[in-house]
């Protein structure tokens, strides 16, 4: 793996990410490539029309980084590579190459609001590698040194679970938030469903107090498993009581990224992708980041 790939289409929200993914490449200091799928279409052109085709595609990509070169003031090593085929294709053929995959966020569910597209949805369920989708907004590049979205320095949010997947999570936003000299806000969601079943014959509930502390114990035990690079007053710790995907986004308000695992301990092995995962990409107004456990 050499560094950061990233989709480009000519859009704003790959732009975004585009430059997003220059930040963060500049952060890791290593490479970027910029990939530009194309299709000519349903009609095979004439060799001489195909060779006028490939030509205006590889200049378009390679304006596209130029621009962005240019509008960010960053100097990292940066290639455009042009693919033909469908974009997701082409993303994940480049995998091999990368650290990070970046791709914007492009989509339109219910009632208009902007969700997951379909070219990013097959990106995330598939890829290997970490996976970074970017929503278009205001603002969501910082500098290459990590400048804070909130007051303070940059946040690095991660939601954990036990789960193999929330444990590599836990450690990329580490490596994340040490990069950028940032602080690592971990989050433990929990419900009294999501945690050890009563049985029925007990006839009572423990206190509440209990669940907090198992949550407690739970969430030191993924910060120890994760053996995280950072001191510990960098780390923040939090229990949060409520639905997982409802707690991550209201407490993810303001953080320079958002850090997933693919799937956590409530999904079934047949899925690719969580529905907290999912519904955090969806919803999130922060960069995500999904990661795979290794193995």
Known sequence: MTGVVVGVNGSAESEQALDWALAEAASREVSLTAVMAWQPGNRAPEPAQYAQLVERKRE????????????????????ARLAEGPAADA???????????????????R????????????VVEHATRPVTVVRRAEKTVPDAGGSP???????????????????????????????????????????????APLPGSWGWAPPIEDY??????????????????????????RVLHGNA????????????????GNRGLGGFDRLLLGSVSRQVLDYAASPVTVVRAEG
Do not use: Y
Request: proline content about 5%.
């Open 60 to 79: 378009e990509a390679l304006t596209i980084l130029d621009l962005a070169l240019r509008r960010t003031g960053i100097s990292v090593p940066a290639q």
């Open 91 to 109: 993303l994940l053929a480049a995998q091999d190459d990368a650290d990070l995959l970046v791709l914007g966020r492009r989509g339109v569910g």
């Open 111 to 122: 009632m208009g609001r902007l969700v997951l597209g379909s070219v990013s949805s097959t």
């Open 149 to 195: 979205t909130e007051t303070g320095p940059p946040r690095v949010l991660v939601g954990v679970d036990t789960s193999p997947p929330s444990i590599a999570a836990l450690h990329h936003g580490a490596e994340a938030a040490a990069r950028i000299g940032g602080v690592l806000d971990v989050v433990f969601a929990w419900q009294i469903t999501t945690l």
């Open 212 to 237: 907090e502390k198992f949550a407690a114990g739970a969430l030191d035990a993924c910060v120890a498993q994760a053996a995280l690079p950072l001191p510990d007053e960098r780390v923040v710790r």
């Open 245 to 260: 995907a409802e707690t991550l986004l209201n407490a993810a308000a303001g953080a320079e990224r958002i850090v997933v």
